[in-house]
């Protein structure tokens, strides 16, 4: 395929290309086409290089894209061509003295994104110009600086970008910013709120991690929305502590502000994805209104705040499942990690052939903490037989800490003190940021089972 040729079928292979080629049909045309399964009018978008071979993408006028399977397509026409033009109209980002100073963080991913509805091209945006292009509602809350530390998909985010988000957070406390917003992808962003809500003790401000479940080129996308309710957190919200900032239902309604260390995402898609689990979320956005929910550390006037980054990656979590084999925790011993997190079954428990393991762990020094599979409830190991012998094999249980976030302050806790295990186990049960609740919120734990006449009642209500 010569270089123009490829260019014309971006992301196209064959059988597709032959096809396109057959009815005069590029990247960028506006098409007509009849199908076994209907007609469809859209742009031919290009697609990736790992995209499958099979689908034509469009994009329908209704904003959402579609795939045609090719021998499914018996006929296409062309009526238009839309060129790419890959740039957000930018303009200067207004600035106004009366309104607070934030900085805007980028990790890696769109933070922002218009769509050019002229060629069906999604944008990213992320100067503070080209955010004013994509969500000017943004200058009536502040005056945003962004700063782009570095461009990772969130699955490849680890310790080495916690300690330099800590770090920054540190120095733009330090010079004056009024709240801190990370720009963050959602798949891993509950584990890098929870390593900055240890690695930033006591902050002044506000820091509020976003992201977003949709892109900015889907009619239902949360992008913006989220964006502008976390910087009105920021700039004027009085929590000062590290909390992600997404869709409360799912609808446009309000967002939630969650805890940084009791958030977790809980489904694939949903716009409301990030539920606070054993506690109620600490408030919620809505309309230039925060309302808070419970009691949470207030924004202060000083610039003082202990950055704390140290972070010792030998440290693992392992999700028990039945007839768990004692040979996992051991190659962990060998290969010289320093601390495991369980997550047990019931209220903390493992089978009994585990339990050589465990002995070994102890005996080389391997630090061995429980916590739930169950997300909700609290660890009792005193209840049954079997979790007063897991103790006695110096296992130490957690309370309520959530699983992910035992696993990240494990590995911070190490960092503090590489050769004290008592000290490291001190640190690990005493609550520093809300991580361990003395008790659980009666009305927090819902489960809404679909199709019992409780919830056909509870929706007829709402939806009536």
Not at 198 to 213: A, E, L
Not at 259 to 276: A, I, L, Q
Not at 294 to 313: G, K, L, N, W, Y
Request: aromatic share 8%; proline share 6%; hydrophobic share 40%.
């Amino acid at each position: 395929m010569t270089e123009q040729r490829a260019d014309a079928y971006k992301g196209y292979r064959e059988p597709l290309v032959s096809l396109m080629a057959r009815f005069g049909i590029t990247v960028w045309c506006k098409v007509d086409v009849d199908t076994t399964r209907g007609e469809f009018s859209g742009l031919v978008l290009p697609r990736s290089e790992t995209a499958d071979a099979h689908h034509l993408v469009l994009k329908l006028d209704s904003g959402y894209n579609v795939g045609l399977r090719h021998d499914t397509i018996r006929a296409m026409t062309k009526t238009g061509f839309r060129e790419a033009i890959y740039k957000v109209p930018e303009e200067a980002f207004p600035r106004d003295d009366r309104l607070p100073e934030v900085i805007l963080l980028g990790t890696g991913g769109t933070i922002a994104s218009r769509l050019d509805y002229r060629t069906g091209a999604v944008i990213p945006a992320f100067s503070p110009g080209e955010l004013y292009g994509s969500v000017p509602e943004l200058a009536d809350l502040c005056n945003l600086q962004t700063e782009k530390l570095f461009g990772e998909f969130s699955e490849n985010v680890g310790p080495l970008h916690y300690r330099a988000l800590a770090e920054r957070i540190g120095q733009a406390i330090e010079q004056g910013f009024a709240g801190v917003v990370i720009g963050h992808g959602t798949d891993t962003m509950h584990h890098t709120a929870a390593a900055l809500s240890f690695m930033v003790q006591r902050p002044p401000i506000p820091i509020v991690m976003v992201g977003s479940q949709r892109s900015s080129d889907r009619p239902s996308s949360d992008a913006a929305r989220n964006l502008i309710h976390a910087t009105f957190a920021a700039a004027h919200g009085d929590i000062a502590e590290v909390m992600v900032c997404m869709f409360g239902p799912t609808s446009d309604r309000y967002n939630l502000l969650h805890r940084g260390t009791r958030v977790r995402k809980m489904h694939s898609s949903y716009r409301s994805t990030f539920r606070t689990l054993g506690d109620i979320p600490l408030a919620m956005v809505e309309d230039g209104a925060i309302q808070s929910l419970q009691t949470c550390a207030s924004r202060r006037d000083d610039r003082t705040v202990q950055i704390r980054p140290e972070f010792e990656e030998r440290v693992t979590i392992l999700y028990y499942y039945p007839n768990m084999n004692p040979d996992i925790l051991e190659a962990v011993v060998d290969r010289g990690y320093r601390g495991v997190v369980i997550a047990g079954t019931g209220l903390g428990h493992v089978n009994r052939k585990v339990y050589p393991a465990l002995e070994r762990a102890r005996s080389a020094g391997v630090q061995v903490y429980m916590t739930l599979q169950t997300l909700w409830g609290f660890v009792q190991m005193n209840v049954y037989e079997t979790g007063r012998e897991i103790l006695g094999l110096g296992v130490i249980p957690l309370a309520n800490m959530l699983p992910e976030v035992a696993y990240i302050k494990l590995g911070w806790a190490l960092g503090q003190h590489p050769n004290d295990p008592a000290a490291v186990a001190a640190l690990m049960q005493t609550p520093l940021a809300g991580e361990i609740t003395e008790r659980e919120p009666h009305d927090g734990y819902l489960v809404f089972q679909g199709r019992t006449p409780e919830i056909d009642e509870f929706l007829g209500r709402i939806w009536s």
